[in-house]
């Protein structure tokens, strides 16, 4: 009874024709030695937009054409009853992937979407930006530390037939994938390039991940990698926890890019330059005043006749916008004053500018002087809730040329 061995199954012939299939260019379908999975040979070329089935004999078309004939003349004669499930109402950021007897065809919507009973099968694909996180993972660099790592990753599905074909889980299959990356990109390399190069090996590390995730027509739009503690120091390294930015008065909830660019500003003139050990100090820039502070005026108009001293047609071309200050006094007045740097040698003076300015900035006269005196920097300000700006937040921040000129 089992004397028989078990023998293989019988392989397709090579003299076969074959289609390439769903993300298979078909010059490297058509080389020597390609191996190809059959379960994708009947699926349509749909990362190149391409919905046609040609594996279709003309038999099966005839059979397809005749019952989707009467499905449609049995859902018109019944529309009074059928409509109401039949049309599907899409949404902007949807998508709907039919399958009709079981064959793909391009997705459908926005607006309403006609789908016919018992032989469509349909799919909602949402388009829009989604977003997880990678719990904290123990990573070893290639000088021998053991850090814990995380990241945040945001997402978008750029092609809804190809996600739905390609893969069963997409969530569970990002997330394995992005993890997979996360340990082995940082793996190759060291712990200072980890701690200071966070963003750049943020950059890619979603390019890797879009490589794989691409043919399952998702795509990755930024990952954020998030430091967790120094489990063991790298070989001839220093031991410790890792160098964090400290706390700063109102910039307790920034994390991410947002907290970069801050630090940014306020690494400026608040960092001291590193020592031979590779330690860094932080200093606390809305408490402490840099040691190049100008001396400190009395009131605004003091402020703005040392403004007035410094206008040039240099300064006009590089900061090239005007500025319009709304300030409120201890009494509860409010005073405007405007310093226009977008033509000829510049202006500044009290009032209200006879055009439109480029930003207004709305602040106390406290604020103000502590801002041009360099013991506030404008980006913190703007942060902690200190400063209101109408406008560009860029062109706002071009005023630190005219804050390092008062410096000097």
């Known amino acids: 009874m089992f004397s028989k061995s078990y023998q293989p199954l019988p392989q397709r012939e090579s003299t076969c024709p074959r ?36 594996s279709q004999g003309w038999l099966s078309w005839m059979c397809n ?18 409509g109401w499930f039949v049309l599907k109402a899409v949404p902007n950021y949807q998508r709907i992937v039919v399958f009709r007897l079981g064959r793909v065809g391009p997705p459908k919507g926005p607006g309403i979407v006609l789908v016919l009973p018992l032989i469509d099968q349909w799919q909602r694909v949402d388009l ?29 599905i750029w092609s809804p037939v190809m996600s739905v074909l390609s893969v069963q889980d997409l969530n569970a299959s990002t997330r394995m994938t992005a993890q997979k990356a996360l340990t082995y990109s940082l793996a190759k390399k060291t712990f200072k390039e980890i ?55 109102g910039l307790e909830g920034l994390t991410g890019p947002i ?6 500003f306020l690494g400026q003139s608040g960092i001291s330059q590193p020592q031979q050990d590779d330690s860094i100090t932080f200093t606390d820039e809305l408490s402490s005043a840099p040691q190049a ?39 509860g007045q409010h005073h405007s004053y405007y310093v226009d740097l977008s033509q000829g040698s510049g202006a500044a003076g009290s009032g209200s500018l006879f055009r439109q300015p ?10 103000l002087l502590a801002m041009f005196q360099g013991r506030l920097q404008p980006f913190a300000a703007y942060t902690s809730g200190r400063l ?15 804050i390092k000129l008062l410096k000097k």
């Open 19 to 54: 289609t390439p299939g769903l993300f298979v260019d078909t010059d490297s379908f058509t080389q020597r030695g390609y191996h190809k999975g059959f379960s994708f040979d009947n699926i349509s070329n749909v990362s190149e937009n391409n919905f046609a089935d040609t």
């Open 195 to 249: 701690q200071t190069e966070r963003v750049k090996l943020g950059e890619y590390l979603g390019m890797d991940i879009n490589e794989v995730t691409r043919p399952w027509g998702l795509e990755v739009d930024r990952v954020e990698l998030t430091l967790g503690s120094l489990l063991k120091a790298p070989e001839g390294g220093p031991s410790g926890p890792l160098i964090m930015p400290p706390s700063v008065p």
């Open 128 to 156: 829009r930006t989604r977003a997880f996180n990678i719990p904290p993972c123990q990573v070893t660099t290639l000088d021998g530390g053991v850090l814990s790592v995380g990241a945040d990753i945001q997402f978008r």
């Open 388 to 402: 209101t700006i109408q406008g560009d937040i860029k062109t706002a921040m071009k005023l630190e040329e005219l």
């Open 259 to 264: 907290q970069q660019l801050a630090m940014h």
């Open 293 to 331: 502070a100008v001396a400190t005026l009395g009131s605004v108009e003091e402020l703005l006749g040392g403004v007035k001293l410094l206008l040039s047609e240099t300064l006009v071309h590089q900061i090239g916008a005007c500025f319009q200050f709304d300030i409120s006094l201890e009494d």
């Open 65 to 82: 054409l005749i019952v989707i004939f009467l499905v449609y003349i049995g859902t018109f004669i019944t529309f009074p009853i059928t």
């Open 358 to 367: 480029d930003v207004t900035l709305s602040m106390s006269d406290s604020d």
